[in-house]
C-alpha cells in the first residue's frame, strides 16, 4: 500500500490535507492529514465522499462530441479526433477574423488549484480572446476601511470574548472554524448570529438575531449608536489610529435609531442585550460571510460591519478582527490574467460574434444567474468545448465534452484563502479511463496549433508547474519549486494578528472610515447604511438560494449525501397553511423572469416573508433555481418571488 498527499481543490476556506492509500492503482482509502495544524485531519461529508465520487458511474470516461447541442446525441469520438475538430475551428477562425476575439474562455470556481491556470495560459498564448466573467461574489469594501485585505489567523477566535456572525453559515460552509467558535464559546465568549435563516451556525449561538435581509448596515449603525451613548467607543485607537472618525460620529448621531431598528426588524430588547455584550467584550472578532454580499447594498453593509469593529477598537487585537476572507493573491506565473486587449465581458451580445466557447471548471447553467440567456447564447455559438467530470447540465449543451481529471489523478498545488498557505497535490492513480488532466489537454493542443499558440510546451505537469514559481511566490510562501513544497507539503507565513501595528495601508495610513476611494467607485464617503431592495405586492417574498451542507455549488449532488435527496422550497408552516399548502406538496415559485416547479417543506428555519432554496445542481428532479434569479453582478440573494398551489 503506499500513501500520497492531497489538497482539496474546491473553492473552499478549508483546502483540507488529505492522505490516501492506493494499491495496485486504484484508491482504496482517504483519511485527513492528522498533522496539518490547521485542519487537524477533518474533512467534511464531501471529502470522505472523494472514493465514491472518483469512480461514480456518472464519471465521464471518453471524450464526447454532438452536432446539435442539448440533442443528447453523443457519440464518443477519439482524443486525436477531439483535437482535430478544436483545431479545424480555431484556424477557420484565424482565417476568418485574423484575430482571436471570436474565441471565448468561461472558466469557473469547480477546482481552484494552480494547475488549472493552464486554460487561462493557453488563451493568454494565443493573442486577444474573449474572457466571459461569471457572477461569484468578490467586495473589496473592506479596503476602503484598512487599505489591504488581511485577516487575523483564524485560530485566534477562540480568544474572543464575543463573536458575531454575519450572513456565514461556517458550520456548513467553512467548517474548521467551528472549534475554534466552540472552544471560545467554552471559554466563557458569547456567540451571535446574525441571519435570515436559522441556520446550523445559529444553533450554536447565545443569541440569534433573524434579521431583515439586506439590512446589517443598519443594525451595524445602531450598535455604533448605542456603544456611542453608553461611552463604550475605543478613544484611542480613534484619535490614534483612524481617520474621519468625527465626520463619520456626527453622521451615526444624526441617524434615526427607530428608523434603523424597523429597517433590520429586530426588536429593542435585542439591541439591549447586544449593546450590553459589546460594552463589556474585551475583543470581538467578526466572521463575514458571502450572504451579505450576495445584495445590492452589500459592500456598504460590510463597510459598516468593518466600523464596528474600528469604533469598539477590536482591530489588530488577539481576539479582535474582521475575519472575511485572506489575500488571495494570483501570483504564480500561469495566473496573471490575458492581455490588456482581451474583450472582458458577461454572456450578452458580442460583435463580433463568439464563434467558439471553452468552458472549464464551471457549470455556468446551473450556478450563473438567469440561466434562461446563457442556454440561448450556447445554442447560438458554433461550437461549445466543455471540460468536466460529469455530463452536466452545461456539458449536455455543448459540441464537445471532454473528460478530465482529479486531484488524485494530477499534479496541482492549492492556495488556500483562509490561513495563507499553499500545499502540494500528488498524483496517486493514473487518469480515470481516457480522461486527461487540463494542462494535458492544453499541451497537445498547442502542439498542434504550432505557430498559432505561444504556450509553452513542457514534458510533464511537475516541469510545467515549476515554471510557475517565481520571487513573489518565495516572497509569500518560501518556496521555489514543487521539490521544495514535497519535503514542507506545505507553506507559508501569515500574520498571527493583522494590522497589530496599526499601520494601515490605506493612503492615509489609519483607518479610514472617510474614504475618498469610496467616493471614487461610486459608494458613499462614509460607511452608512444605504437601503436595499425589499420585496414588492406582486413578489413579496426573499428567494435566499444559499450554499448546501452537502453540496458544494453544483458538485456532489448525485452522491445524495442530503436527507431530502431532491430540491425542496422552505417555507413557513404558518404561511403555507394560508396559502392552503400541504407539507411535501409540489407547488410552483415564479416571478417575472420563470415559474418552476418544486416540493414544497415547512420550515421553522425560515422566517414569514423569506423562502428557501439551496442552489445547486438537482439531477433528481430537474429544477434549476437560478432561473428565477436576474441580476447583472452577484446579487443572487435580491430575488423576489411569489409561491402558490399548481
Ligand atoms: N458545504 C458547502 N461549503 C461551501 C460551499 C458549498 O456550496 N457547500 N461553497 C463555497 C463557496 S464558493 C462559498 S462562496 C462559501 C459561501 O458560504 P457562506 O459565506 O456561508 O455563504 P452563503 O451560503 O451564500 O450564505 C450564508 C448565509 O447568509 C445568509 N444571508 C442571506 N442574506 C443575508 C443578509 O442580508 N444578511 C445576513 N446577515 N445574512 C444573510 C443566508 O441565509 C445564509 O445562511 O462557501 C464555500 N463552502
Ligand atoms: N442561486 C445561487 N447561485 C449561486 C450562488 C448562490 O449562493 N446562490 N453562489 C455562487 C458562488 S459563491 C459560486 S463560487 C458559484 C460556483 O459555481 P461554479 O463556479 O460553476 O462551481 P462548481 O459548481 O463548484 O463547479 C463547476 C464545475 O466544475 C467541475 N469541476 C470540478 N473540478 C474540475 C476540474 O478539475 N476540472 C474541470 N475542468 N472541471 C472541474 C465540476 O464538476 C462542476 O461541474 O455559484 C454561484 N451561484
Ligand atoms: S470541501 Fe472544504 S471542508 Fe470539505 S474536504 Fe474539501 S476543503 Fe475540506
Ligand atoms: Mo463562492
Redesign the pocket.
Known amino acids: 500500500m503506499k500513501t500520497f498527499n492531497h489538497v482539496?481543490p474546491?473553492n473552499?476556506p478549508?483546502?483540507?490535507t488529505?492522505i490516501s492509500h492506493v494499491e495496485n492503482g486504484h484508491l482504496v482509502h482517504i483519511t485527513g492529514n492528522p498533522q496539518h495544524p490547521y485542519?487537524k485531519g477533518k474533512?467534511?461529508a464531501?471529502?470522505f465522499s472523494y472514493l465514491e465520487k472518483n469512480s461514480h458511474h456518472d464519471r465521464l470516461k471518453y471524450p464526447y462530441y454532438q452536432e446539435v447541442k442539448g440533442s443528447g446525441k453523443f457519440k464518443q469520438i477519439t482524443w486525436e479526433k477531439a483535437f482535430d475538430l478544436i483545431k479545424c475551428e480555431i484556424v477557420s477562425i484565424y482565417e476568418r477574423f485574423g484575430n482571436f476575439l471570436p474565441l471565448a474562455l468561461y472558466k469557473g470556481s469547480g477546482n481552484v488549484g494552480v494547475h488549472h491556470f493552464v486554460t487561462d495560459q493557453f488563451f493568454t498564448g494565443m493573442g486577444k480572446t474573449t474572457r466571459i466573467i461569471g457572477s461569484s461574489p468578490d467586495s473589496d469594501s473592506i479596503l476602503y476601511g484598512s487599505g489591504a485585505v488581511s485577516m487575523s489567523d483564524p485560530s485566534t477566535l477562540k480568544d474572543a470574548s464575543m463573536i458575531m456572525i454575519w450572513g456565514a453559515n461556517p458550520s456548513a460552509t467553512n467548517?474548521h472554524l467551528i472549534p475554534y467558535i466552540i472552544e471560545a464559546k467554552v471559554k466563557g465568549a458569547k456567540i451571535v448570529v446574525i441571519d435570515p435563516l436559522y441556520t446550523q451556525t445559529a444553533e450554536l449561538a447565545n443569541l440569534y438575531i433573524q434579521l431583515s435581509p439586506g439590512t446589517d448596515g443598519a443594525l451595524a449603525n445602531v450598535l455604533i449608536k448605542g456603544l456611542v451613548e453608553s461611552n463604550a467607543v475605543d478613544q484611542v485607537f480613534l484619535e490614534e489610529n483612524s481617520f474621519g472618525a468625527e465626520e463619520f460620529l456626527e453622521q451615526i448621531k444624526m441617524m434615526d435609531h427607530h428608523t434603523l431598528l424597523k429597517q433590520c426588524g429586530i426588536v429593542q430588547e435585542a439591541l439591549d442585550v447586544l449593546v450590553k455584550w459589546l460594552k463589556d467584550a474585551g475583543s470581538v472578532s467578526h466572521i463575514i460571510g458571502s450572504g451579505i454580499q450576495k445584495h445590492i447594498n452589500g459592500e456598504q453593509n460590510i463597510r459598516a460591519i468593518s466600523a464596528l469593529a474600528a469604533i469598539h477598537g477590536d482591530i489588530g487585537k488577539i481576539g479582535g478582527d474582521i475575519f472575511f476572507k485572506q489575500n488571495n493573491p494570483m501570483i504564480f506565473n500561469n495566473q496573471k490574467g490575458g492581455h490588456l486587449e482581451d474583450r472582458v465581458t458577461n454572456w450578452n451580445h458580442h460583435d463580433p460574434c463568439i464563434e467558439m466557447l471553452w468552458i472549464s471548471c464551471g457549470n455556468p447553467l446551473t450556478q450563473e444567474p438567469n440561466p434562461q440567456v446563457i442556454h440561448k447564447f450556447l445554442k447560438d455559438i458554433p461550437f461549445v468545448v466543455t471540460v468536466d467530470h460529469f455530463l452536466t447540465p452545461t456539458a449536455a449543451m455543448s459540441n464537445l465534452v471532454l473528460p478530465t481529471t482529479t486531484h488524485f489523478e494530477e499534479l496541482d498545488i492549492v492556495i488556500n484563502s483562509w490561513y495563507k498557505e499553499i500545499g502540494l497535490n500528488e498524483r496517486a492513480i493514473p487518469p480515470y479511463f481516457e480522461s486527461r488532466s487540463e494542462w494535458n489537454i492544453m499541451k497537445e493542443l498547442a502542439i498542434r496549433l504550432g505557430d498559432l499558440c505561444t504556450f509553452p510546451i513542457h514534458s510533464s505537469e511537475e516541469e510545467y508547474l515549476n515554471a510557475q514559481f517565481n520571487d513573489t511566490v518565495f516572497d509569500h510562501y518560501f518556496v521555489r519549486s514543487i521539490d521544495d513544497l514535497r519535503e514542507k507539503s506545505a507553506a507559508g507565513n501569515p500574520p498571527i494578528i493583522a494590522w497589530e501595528d496599526k499601520r494601515f495601508a490605506a493612503k492615509t495610513e489609519k483607518y479610514q472610515f472617510l474614504s475618498t476611494e469610496a467616493e471614487d467607485s461610486g459608494f458613499p464617503s462614509l460607511p452608512l447604511f444605504v437601503e436595499g431592495k425589499v420585496p414588492t405586492s406582486d413578489y413579496p417574498f426573499w428567494l435566499i438560494t444559499p450554499h448546501h451542507p452537502y453540496a458544494?455549488n453544483s458538485q456532489f449532488h448525485f452522491l445524495n449525501l442530503a436527507e431530502e435527496g431532491e430540491a425542496f422550497v422552505g417555507i413557513h408552516p404558518i404561511v403555507a397553511k394560508r396559502l392552503g399548502i400541504f407539507n411535501g406538496e409540489v407547488v410552483k415559485v415564479f416571478n417575472d423572469q420563470d415559474c418552476i416547479e418544486i416540493k414544497a417543506v415547512y420550515s421553522n428555519q425560515v422566517p414569514k416573508d423569506v423562502l428557501l432554496i439551496y442552489q445547486g445542481w438537482y439531477p433528481e428532479s430537474e429544477v434549476i433555481v437560478n432561473q428565477l434569479v436576474l441580476t447583472d453582478g452577484s446579487v443572487f440573494y435580491d430575488t423576489f418571488v411569489s409561491v402558490g398551489k399548481l
Open positions: 482539496c474546491r473552499c478549508s483546502s483540507c488529505m485542519t474533512l467534511c464531501k471529502g467548517i458544494f
